[in-house]
């Protein structure tokens, strides 16, 4: 739980002193993670209640949603091998952050409440299969981007 | 509002690890500030809703209240001057901390919160004349923890 409000309190922050005065000046905005990652890891892996995350998360934003949200999804074993890469490479310690270090079920549970949300919004969000490398992933999604009938629904 | 979500994300895991399993262990918790704090802090002097402030008490506390709180009452300036003093011998410098270095209206909008719930909750919090030197007030209290009628409608 103190979890979870820790998160929720960076989002309002964050919503609050970033998102909306970048929203007001007419810019775009582009997170990496935002309140589905909540969902995801608080909800679906700690499973917290997610009527309660999703009332915190509405708390912290104001009800402010992504037009367009891209999962890039992966087995679980792929994508936890990658970010215990970047962590090593970054902190220079094998072991992962706090949730890398959870165990496989929890992040298999992540993953499926990711993809729980991508099916009950399938506008908002577009599922890319991350087991392709960057460079084919990047391509895909700039080609999503400027297909005017997906920005127009995420509009 | 992250400022909020902070104290009570404290208080969630202040109660999980702490309290919680003393009470379980049947002893005696004494608390110096909790929940009506954040009430007259977040609440009264920073105005949030108070409906929302207790929403999330509650979230952190699971309902939890202490049979009996003590309000230490005194003049602002007093109270500040005490709490600046305590902060310059602790911290070595004279502004104070986050709360101490608001507005006089803000102090006067948490005392005025504070004795609002004392008035609103008689039975549990008990209002003591602050401007007492530290051995009156302490005898004060003692006597008022001695008194089983009081101890009897707190429990």
Do not use: W
Request: hydrophobic share 45%; charged share 25%.
């Amino acid at each position: 739980m103190a979890e979870l409000l820790l998160y929720i309190a960076a989002r309002a922050q964050h919503v609050h002193e970033l998102i909306e005065p970048a929203l007001h000046a007419g810019k775009l905005v582009l997170c990496d993670r935002f309140f589905d990652a909540t969902l995801a890891y608080q909800g679906g892996a700690r499973q917290l209640p997610f009527k309660l995350v999703k009332e915190l998360n509405d708390l912290a934003t104001h009800g402010l949603k992504p037009r367009l949200t891209f999962l890039l999804d992966c087995p679980v074993e792929l994508g936890l091998r990658r970010a215990k890469e970047r962590y090593a490479e970054k902190v220079g310690a094998k072991a992962g952050d706090r949730m890398e270090q959870e165990e496989i079920a929890f992040h298999e549970r992540v993953r499926e409440a990711y993809l729980a949300i991508a099916r009950q919004e399938p506008n908002r969000m577009i599922v890319l299969d991350a087991t392709q490398n960057i460079d084919a992933l990047q391509e895909q999604i700039l080609q999503e981007m400027n297909d005017p009938l997906i920005l127009c629904s995420a509009l």
